[in-house]
């Protein structure tokens, strides 16, 4: 089936520590995206990515890190400058340009983040 | 003051009962407008989506966009307590690509 999976699905940390957070897709979409969802406060996009080996910030990228060497995979490390990375992180794909879906965005199931 | 407002609820209704879930926007380049539904602890799924003013109907739901009022509502008719999920309103500018902007998201939960 395809589809994007993240893992893990529940990570603890303990401050000071960085922490990676895997996304794969095997949708064959040319972009990804990684949102962090808090309580009250939608999802607001940490970096996106349209193409392998270049991605830009989105709206909250400080304390955030990723790369894009492969079409199917788009880590995000939550480094120790993240001041609040408590959080459930989405990771999302969709295809360029998504106008043919209207910017149909596919989900993973989320990693829940949690700093001791 | 956010680019896209949705109440964030709890909203607790009857089964049955008809839900009204609302999103105002405040970038008049908005040109895509969506919905998806988040089930708890899981990632949003796309619901509806539109791209004018207007109504736009997918069996129960009825999507509803005023571009003229910066406004634009998701209709449940008949509800079911499997409709009971965080619903997220979603925009996109027409300069932007893929770049979703997303509301709060409203949590609904409908008993039985």
């Known amino acids: 089936d395809g589809g994007i999976t993240q893992s893990p699905k529940y990570l603890f940390r303990k401050e000071g520590q960085n922490v990676t957070l895997s996304c794969e897709q095997n949708?064959?979409?040319?972009?990804m995206y990684w949102y962090r969802q808090d309580p009250g406060q939608g999802l607001r996009l940490i970096y996106y990515?349209?193409?392998?080996?270049?991605?830009q910030k989105g709206d909250i990228a400080e304390g955030y890190s990723v790369s894009r060497e492969k079409k199917e995979s788009f880590p995000l490390t939550v480094t120790s400058a993240q001041k609040n990375p408590t959080a459930f992180y989405l990771c999302?794909?969709?295809?360029?340009?998504?106008?043919?879906?209207?910017?149909?965005?596919?989900f993973g199931e989320g990693s829940r983040l949690t700093v001791l | 003051q956010k680019e896209v407002e949705q109440d964030p609820g709890p909203l607790s209704v009857p089964e049955g009962a008809i839900v009204s879930l609302n999103c105002t926007y405040s970038?008049?380049?908005?040109?895509?407008f969506m919905w998806y539904r988040q089930y708890s602890r899981k990632g949003p799924e796309l619901l509806m989506y539109?791209?004018?003013?207007g109504n736009k109907e997918d069996g129960r739901f009825t999507a509803q966009v005023d571009k003229s009022s910066k406004y634009i509502s998701l209709f449940i008719r008949d509800s079911q307590p499997s409709d009971s999920a965080t619903y997220l309103c979603?925009?996109?500018?027409?300069?932007?690509?893929?770049?979703?902007?997303f509301g709060q998201g409203t949590e609904l939960s409908v008993k039985p």
């Open positions: 999302a794909s969709s295809t360029i340009p998504p106008w043919g879906a209207a910017g149909e965005l596919f």
């Open positions: 949708l064959n979409h040319d972009a």
């Open positions: 979603a925009m996109i500018p027409y300069n932007q690509g893929g770049k979703l902007i």
């Open positions: 539109t791209y004018s003013s």
């Open positions: 990515s349209q193409i392998v080996n270049d991605f």
């Open positions: 970038n008049s380049a908005f040109q895509y």
